[in-house]
């Protein structure tokens, strides 16, 4: 008989040394990724310094920081009420799409509206065509019995491709020189800024949108549903769980929160549709939601975060000529490690005898 | 057959190869118990490895086996997060594929259309002549040659070795496996890793066989599709071939399509793959694919007490 190290199941996950875990992750894959930069012989230390002044040192940079964190935000939401049942959307990047397109062709087509019915049929009409675009996997998925990770996945290249579509063709705007885009907004399409400041009224969306998150998984039947129906399907259905419309609900709701970050971008950002704003925001969502265990206060906390790794990535793109893709990189390296984290704060290490 | 039809399925089957290999390697990752969904990372990560190894041996050879082996080094991440630390297995892919893209677009940027050695059709002598089969099949390069040896090898082990069926059973139903002695968590590791190989060859045609240079985003969602083609295929590796050179015809006739001139838009026809991996993933779903489905697949054993 020997003693090794053991591990077993915890009754119930530590609570206050999962903060510690999760900083611990987040620590070590920032290291790893300073050492995937000093094997590329750049100066790591000085490198992470220039991403966290990038995305937080200025007030600049912390406008645009919020300003990038608020579509992640709003579709790492939609992501969360998916995830609650247990519903793997990783179709917010076309259901963002397909939002943007959908608040374009309202602002394109009703350019005599005034500001206050325009913005709402915008959001409106963006509500709709992501909310369907999230409807296809579910309905499918009820149906046919089809993977939604894989369907909703390659929905996202057809969405992108179908934006691509409309700005190289239809919807070209016939003085862009032949860029592929739509013709500016007029400005009551745009929503507009937060007196001086370069933020826009669109963070008052995603705090109304948390907030509604928060009352709907709180305090509404559904809400309660869709969380037991995540826990446990089979549970679930025996207590008569409406569990097939709870599947078209959660992605109705996911693709039109995606929605409304498409039509923030479009409205509020760029002023115009365009394949510049496909930026993978929706992949980005994902990891988001992960990290913030589906809670939408630390959604909002994790969205700014990963924003601000955005915004500083570019800063270092400037400084030290690292490509672009080192935000994705670290992206993944957080999500793994945190991920494997998981593991301390699930299970307990003991001493014990082999028998 | 005219000539067009004729060229059309030889290329039909040179751009299924790379799908073809993915969908080996996750059929075998698959059959063990592992979910993998890192398939796309773990393909741009083996294009990578394998261009950069043939670029600075001049052995496009070389190129290739480091292409596989990269991509099972990825795969082990994900073994490790899943077996290792029981890591949510869909979480664990996505990040793996966030990873791997993120990895080769990064070290790859300083390479971007630069050419580089690579495999060119090589006739087999005999074969090669063969009506219609000749030219279809038998005018490829060796990586393709290569890749039907695999099938009917995959299915072999799969189905009448010994190994075969003790990784199948874990995959099967691990409680079971693990009271008859097998060691559950080793077999899971090694179908992942074995699969992450097979995947990482798959992108290594990419870069040595399809293309000759490297491009960001090489591998454009062939990963997956090779994800979608396992269930089409019901797991098995002869159906892979088929939906493989299916996926493979689709985009040889869109590029040709474009090639002549049509006056469809080029972003309504490269819609097509991802469209038809919708329509086959409907069409598998007629026909009972959850009876084919590893019973144990993507859920994690808890270590015992």
């Known amino acids: 008989m020997a003693i090794s190290l053991r591990i077993r199941k915890r009754q119930t996950p530590l609570k206050l040394q999962s903060g510690l875990v999760l900083a611990g992750a987040l620590v070590l894959s920032l290291a790893l990724s300073a050492l995937l930069l000093k094997l590329q012989g750049k100066p790591a230390g000085q490198a992470m310094l220039v991403i966290f002044q990038g995305a937080f040192g200025s007030l600049w940079a912390l406008e645009d920081s919020l300003i990038k964190a608020v579509p992640i935000f709003l579709c790492s939401l939609g992501v969360a009420v998916a995830f609650r049942l247990q519903i793997w959307n990783i179709g917010a990047e076309g259901q963002y799409a397909l939002g943007a397109v959908g608040a374009s062709w309202v602002a394109l087509s009703f350019p005599s509206l005034p500001w206050y019915l325009l913005q709402p049929l915008m959001l409106a009409a963006a509500s709709v065509t992501g909310g369907l675009w999230g409807l296809i996997p579910a309905v499918l998925k009820l149906r046919m019995r089809t993977n939604e990770i894989i369907v909703t996945l390659m929905l996202n290249y057809i969405a992108i491709l179908f934006l691509d579509y409309l700005v190289y063709g239809p919807w070209k705007d016939p003085r862009s ?7 500016q907004f ?15 009224w669109g963070i008052l969306v995603c705090v109304a949108a948390g907030v509604i998150f928060w009352i709907f998984f709180r305090f509404t039947r559904y809400g309660y549903e869709i969380k037991a129906g995540g826990e446990n399907i089979r549970a679930a259905r025996y207590a008569r769980i409406p569990y097939d419309y709870l599947v078209m609900l959660v992605m109705v709701l996911s693709g039109a929160l995606a929605g409304w970050a498409g039509f923030l971008e479009v409205s509020a950002t760029v002023n115009r549709l365009e394949p510049s704003i496909m930026v993978g925001y929706g992949y980005t969502a994902i990891v988001v939601a992960w990290l913030a265990r589906l809670n939408p206060l630390f959604i909002g906390v994790a969205s700014l975060l990963l924003a601000g790794l955005r915004v500083g990535v570019e800063q270092l793109q400037l400084d030290f000529q690292v490509p672009a893709a080192f935000g994705q990189i670290m992206e993944g390296l957080i999500l793994l490690t945190v991920l494997a984290g998981g593991f301390f704060v699930n299970y307990r290490f003991y001493l014990g005898k082999k028998d | 057959m005219d000539g067009f039809t004729i060229s059309l399925l030889a290329a039909a089957v040179q751009s299924g190869t790379p799908i073809l290999y993915a969908t080996l390697g996750e059929i075998l990752t698959e059959k063990s118990g592992i979910l993998n969904l890192g398939v796309e990372g773990i393909m741009m990560v083996g294009a990578l490895a394998a261009f950069l190894t043939a670029l600075t041996t001049g052995s496009p050879a070389l190129g290739f086996a480091v292409g596989g082996l990269a991509g099972a080094l990825l795969a082990g991440v994900h073994a490790a997060v899943c077996l290792g630390f029981q890591g949510n297995q869909v979480v664990s892919g996505l990040a793996l594929t966030i990873l791997g893209t993120g990895l080769a677009n990064f070290l790859g940027t300083p390479f971007v259309g630069k050419s580089g050695p690579g495999f060119t059709a090589l006739p087999i002598p005999g074969l090669a002549d063969l009506p219609l089969l000749g030219p279809i099949f038998f005018r490829q390069d060796v990586l393709v040659y290569l890749s039907y040896l695999a099938v009917p090898l995959l299915w072999l082990f799969l189905r009448n070795t010994r190994w075969g069926l003790d990784l199948r059973s874990v995959g099967e139903n691990p409680a079971a496996a693990a009271a008859n002695g097998l060691n559950v968590v080793g077999w899971r590791w ?10 990482g060859l798959g992108g290594a045609y990419l870069s040595l066989a399809y293309t000759h240079l490297w491009t960001n985003g090489l591998s454009a969602g062939r990963g997956w599709i090779a994800v979608a083609l396992v269930i089409f295929a019901f797991w098995r590796a002869e159906r892979a071939m088929l939906g493989a050179y299916l996926f493979g015809g689709v985009m040889a006739f869109q590029l040709r399509l474009q090639a002549a001139g049509t006056h469809l838009p080029s972003s309504l026809l490269l819609m097509l793959p991802y469209a038809l991996t919708v329509i086959v993933l409907v069409l598998a779903s007629w026909r009972q694919m959850r009876s084919a489905m590893p019973a144990g697949l993507g859920i994690n054993i808890e270590p015992p007490d």
């Open chain 1, 177 to 183: 020189f032949g860029f592929p885009m739509t013709r």
């Open chain 1, 186 to 200: 007029d400005t009551a399409a745009v929503v507009s800024k937060i007196g001086e400041s370069n933020l826009n």
């Open chain 2, 190 to 199: 090694i179908g992942t890793m074995a699969g992450g190989f097979l995947t």
